[in-house]
């Protein structure tokens, strides 16, 4: 289970942006986060990824209450969340090869004997052909570059997938292409998404259940 338990977050502790938000979701579960622009669905997406502290309120993580945040969470906790951000180029290092950005996280982890059957597997996946994967973000689109960051979120096998507004900047067919691959995954490995979007339809199409901010969140 990936338990948010009245978490208060933001970026002022005078002001937070999030209040008092609680959400659970089961392994294999699949939950939209809807919401208008800037209420706060990126920050609470932040905070399940284990990348944003909080002023107040739990995290807890398959029963383990969570501690440390970016790199002070332990390992374990940190591999076991993957995250796919609504820009791809602000979260790619332009400097890396699609191939070495796919890696990056088995590398990170001692594990890049692996990186080169486990590219080939989700490039074919997420649909990236062997010759872009040379080619460095600069070289590449939107959405092929947005297909390697979500390969590079399910290389180390994550129990808990975060999407926050993943489609947003990319046309239907990509989009489409994007949530398929989620959803095999989701559905081979058994784990559990959040996905936060400001759009009802996709989220209808794409969750069992979607939490809709306004439900969620105490006036303030
Ligand atoms: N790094 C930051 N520093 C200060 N304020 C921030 C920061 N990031 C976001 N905010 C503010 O926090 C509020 C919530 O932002 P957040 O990105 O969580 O909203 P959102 O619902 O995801 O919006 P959108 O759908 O437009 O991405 C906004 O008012 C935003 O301006």
Same mark, same amino acid.
């Given at each position: 289970?990936?338990?948010?338990?009245?978490?208060?977050?933001?970026?002022?502790? *005078?002001?937070?942006?999030? =209040?008092?938000?609680?959400?659970?979701? /089961?392994?294999?579960? @699949?939950?939209?986060?809807?919401?208008?622009s800037?209420?706060?669905?990126?920050?609470? @997406?932040r905070? /399940?990824?284990?990348?944003?502290?909080?002023?107040?309120?739990?995290?807890?993580?398959?029963?383990?209450p969570?501690?440390?945040?970016?790199?002070?969470?332990?390992?374990?906790? =940190?591999?076991?969340?993957?995250v796919?951000f609504?820009?791809? =180029?602000?979260?790619?290092?332009?400097?890396?090869?699609?191939?070495?950005?796919?890696a990056?996280?088995?590398?990170?982890?001692?594990?890049?004997? %692996?990186?080169? #059957?486990?590219?080939?597997?989700?490039?074919?996946?997420v649909g990236?052909? =062997?010759?872009?994967?040379?080619?460095?973000?600069h %070289?590449?689109?939107?959405g092929? *570059?947005?297909?390697?960051?979500?390969?590079? /979120?399910?290389? *180390?096998?994550?129990?808990?997938?975060?999407?926050?507004?993943?489609?947003?900047?990319?046309?239907?067919?990509?989009?489409?292409?994007?949530? /398929?691959v989620? %959803?095999?995954?989701?559905?081979?490995?058994? @784990?559990?998404?959040?996905?936060?979007?400001?759009?009802?339809?996709?989220?209808?199409?794409?969750?069992?259940?979607?939490?809709?901010w306004?439900?969620?969140?105490? #006036?303030?």
């Amino acid at each position: 289970m990936l338990e948010l338990d009245a978490i208060t977050a933001g970026y002022d502790r *005078l002001a937070p942006v999030v =209040r008092d938000f609680s959400l659970r979701l /089961a392994p294999g579960e @699949a939950v939209g986060l809807l919401g208008p622009s800037g209420c706060g669905k990126s920050t609470v @997406a932040r905070v /399940a990824a284990l990348l944003h502290r909080p002023y107040a309120g739990r995290v807890v993580l398959d029963g383990e209450p969570v501690r440390g945040w970016r790199y002070s969470a332990p390992r374990a906790q =940190r591999t076991a969340v993957g995250v796919v951000f609504q820009q791809p =180029r602000m979260s790619a290092d332009p400097r890396l090869t699609l191939h070495a950005l796919i890696a990056e996280p088995l590398r990170a982890n001692g594990r890049g004997g %692996e990186a080169d #059957a486990r590219v080939g597997e989700l490039s074919d996946a997420v649909g990236l052909t =062997r010759d872009l994967l040379a080619r460095r973000p600069h %070289e590449v689109s939107d959405g092929q *570059l947005q297909r390697a960051c979500l390969a590079r /979120a399910l290389v *180390l096998r994550p129990r808990w997938l975060v999407c926050d507004e993943m489609t947003a900047m990319l046309d239907a067919s990509t989009t489409a292409a994007l949530v /398929a691959v989620v %959803e095999e995954y989701r559905r081979g490995e058994g @784990a559990g998404l959040l996905a936060v979007s400001h759009d009802p339809v996709l989220l209808s199409r794409w969750c069992a259940r979607t939490v809709v901010w306004a439900d969620t969140v105490p #006036a303030v």
